[in-house]
């Protein structure tokens, strides 16, 4: 019997030897991916900070150590875990995207720019990148980047990225502006892009045109009463002087 505990006592130290620090770190690592999964972000954090120390896990739980800081609004937070992962691997892709995203948050625009201008030259397939780097564009007042960005990166098709496409071209003054909000339309008959389209209309100088897509966009069932109202507003303005309209926009 003795010599039987004696057995299974050196079996235990061996065993216990033999998890090493990347062994748990990656229990560690499990634990926090479990945790966030469930959104108990205090819990993930803890066993996150835990497996950041060993190599093996460090980039993974950086990351989601930003995840973790944006999910609860810790904007700034959130910046440095993906830029930390960023100053040992310029080309993580994932951590560029989301440090873009969350400079976003932070209103740093030039900041934003660099990190999605770095994702396309790594993956220039990306559409929702090129959408999100067009956003940020229009944000800094340059409309013609935006506009090369939207087309260079394939970004044509989506109703949204139109809309963003007609947007910087309307700002430059250019009558192509009519053809993209008209595609945006035609894919996805949204009531608050209709009136912003009669409105540039308006801008332009073809009233009757205006008045048309205005009546269209009150037949739109989905158009809320407040924005209802908005739209009626301009359209009796529209009908008075012939001077423009009221945008109802996004």
Known sequence: MKRFLSVLTISSVLFVSCITPAVKAEEYYALGMAYFKLQRYAEAET????AKFNRTTKIASEYYLGRIAYETGRFREAKNCFERIIVQDA???TALKAAAYTCIKLED????ENYYRRV???VPESYDEGYNY???LMAMGKAEEAEGVLIRH????NPMALLILARSQRQRGRPEAADAY???LLKEDDPLVRSEYAAYLAEMGLYEKALEEYRRTLKNEKLSEEKRKTVQEAMGRLETDGKGGTEAQH
């Open 47 to 50: 066993w996150f900070t835990k």
């Open 182 to 184: 008209n595609a945006s």
């Open 134 to 136: 067009a956003l940020v």
């Open 91 to 93: 080309d993580n892709i």
């Open 120 to 122: 396309l030259e790594l």
């Open 109 to 112: 625009y030039n900041l934003a």
């Open 154 to 157: 394939s970004n044509t098709e």
